[in-house]
C-alpha cells in the first residue's frame, strides 16, 4: 500500500509540495480538493504533479464500497481501504442534522461479550486519513460542502475498534476535522467513545479538544462488568470514572455514559439503582439502549418495558438519562455487523 494523503497536515502539505519542486500555492489547491474529497487524479494540479503524486500515495485510500439504506433514512456505508480491508460507517438523519458514525480500527481487540467488531480480532489500526476518508467520502456522496452546507454536521467515533487503542491516529484525525480550514466540524459535535482505557483518557483530557466523552459502562460493580467487557480487568470502574472527573475538570465538559440493556445481565431494577448510587452527583448522562442482538452471540436484549422501566428508575433517582433508538436495526446498525455479514458472504436484510 502506497501512502495516504489525506494523513498529512496543511503544514505537510506545503512541505511536500516544495518538495516536489512545485508552487507552494498548489498545496492549497491540493488541500482544498482532498477536503471536498476529491481523489489525487480528479483534482486540477499540473499532470507532472499529478504522476509524482500518485506515485507515492494511494489516490482513493478510502472508497465507499456499497451502500445500503435502512427504512428509517438512516444510511450504512461499506468502505473499502487501498489494502482490500473492509470498515463501516453509518449516517443518521436527525432533526438538528446528520450525524456519521466512522470505524478506528479494522476490527477490535477489546473482546467485549456483546459486540460484532471484535469478532475476528483486531486486523489493523486506521491511519489518520483514512478516518478523515470516510468522513470525507460520504459528506461528498451526500452532496455536501467544504465548511457550509455539510452534509456531515456531527460524527460518533463508535464505529469498529477502540479509538484509544489507536490513540494517535485518532487525535491527528481530530485536529484535521475539526481545523477551521478544512470541514471545520466543531469538537462540541463530536463524541468519542472508548470501552475505559484509562491512560489514554487522562492523557486525551490534556489535548485541548472538547469534544463529548463517552464511555461504555454496561456494568455497575466490576465482577458483572468483565463477564462482558475484558477490558475490566485492566481498568476499574473506580478508575474511569476518576478519569471522567478528569476530564470534566480540564475542558468543562460533562460525560455520557453508554449503558446497553442486557436480559438476566444487566437489566433488573436493583442495577438501575446501583448505576445511580454509582453516579450520582457527577456531571454525566446515561445513554440506555437495548442491546442490539448480534448473530454470533448469545446475548439477548432486554425488552421495551424492562429497558422503560429501567429509564424511569435511574431518572427518579435523578440521574439524566435517555433510552436510544436504535436506528437501522433492519440493515445491520450495530457496530462490526455488517462488515461481519459481509465477510460472511450474506446479504443484510434490505428495506
Ligand atoms: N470501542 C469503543 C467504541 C465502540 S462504540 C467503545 O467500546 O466504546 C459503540 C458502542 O456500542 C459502545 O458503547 C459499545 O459497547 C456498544 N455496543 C457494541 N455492540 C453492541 C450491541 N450489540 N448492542 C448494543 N450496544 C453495543
Known amino acids: 500500500m502506497k501512502a495516504v494523503l489525506q494523513d498529512l497536515t496543511w503544514a505537510e502539505l506545503a512541505a511536500l509540495t516544495v518538495q516536489a519542486g512545485e508552487q507552494p ?189 463517552t464511555v461504555s459502562l454496561h456494568a455497575v460493580t466490576d465482577e458483572e462488568r468483565v463477564r462482558t467487557m475484558p477490558v475490566a480487568r485492566a481498568y476499574s470502574i473506580r478508575e474511569i470514572l476518576g478519569a471522567c472527573a478528569e476530564y470534566f475538570e480540564k475542558t468543562g465538559r460533562r460525560y455520557i455514559f453508554e449503558y446497553s440493556l442486557i436480559a438476566g445481565e444487566n437489566a433488573d431494577l436493583a442495577h438501575a439503582d446501583a448505576l445511580a448510587a454509582l453516579l450520582k452527583g457527577m456531571p454525566c448522562h446515561v445513554n440506555l439502549i437495548r442491546l442490539n442482538e448480534v448473530k454470533e452471540r448469545a446475548l439477548r436484549a432486554a425488552d421495551e418495558a424492562n429497558a422503560q422501566a429501567f429509564l424511569k428508575r435511574l431518572t427518579g433517582h435523578g440521574i439524566s438519562a435517555t433510552l436510544r433508538r436504535s436506528m437501522g436495526a433492519d440493515i445491520g446498525g450495530a457496530c462490526g455487523q455488517l462488515r461481519a455479514s459481509y465477510l460472511r458472504d450474506d446479504e443484510p436484510p434490505m428495506s
Not at 90 to 104: A, D, E, P, W
Not at 112 to 125: D, E, I, M, P, Q
Open 25 to 213: 500555492f498548489r498545496a492549497k489547491q491540493l488541500a482544498q480538493g482532498l477536503a471536498q474529497g476529491k481523489r489525487i487524479s480528479e483534482i486540477p494540479v499540473p499532470a507532472p504533479f499529478r504522476a509524482w503524486l500518485l506515485e507515492r500515495f494511494e489516490d482513493e485510500p478510502v472508497r465507499i464500497e456499497r451502500t445500503f439504506t435502512a427504512k428509517d433514512g438512516t444510511k450504512k456505508f461499506l468502505f473499502a481501504l487501498a489494502d482490500g480491508n473492509l470498515v463501516e460507517g453509518v449516517l443518521m438523519h436527525y432533526k438538528y442534522g446528520n450525524t456519521q458514525c466512522v470505524s478506528t480500527q479494522v476490527g477490535c481487540r477489546m473482546g467485549c461479550k456483546f459486540c460484532a467488531s471484535t469478532l475476528g480480532g483486531l486486523v489493523r489500526n486506521l491511519s489518520a486519513g483514512e478516518i478523515l476518508g470516510q468522513v470525507l467520502a460520504v459528506n461528498r456522496a451526500e452532496g455536501g460542502g467544504v465548511r457550509e452546507k455539510r452534509a456531515v454536521t456531527n460524527l460518533v467515533l463508535m464505529g469498529s475498534g477502540e479509538p484509544f487503542d489507536n490513540y494517535d491516529n485518532v487525535v491527528r484525525f481530530l485536529r484535521a476535522v475539526t481545523d477551521g480550514e478544512g470541514l471545520g466540524i466543531s469538537a462540541r459535535n463530536i463524541s468519542l467513545s472508548t470501552c475505559g482505557l484509562v491512560p489514554q483518557m487522562r492523557a486525551f483530557a490534556k489535548e485541548g479538544i472538547p469534544l463529548n466523552l
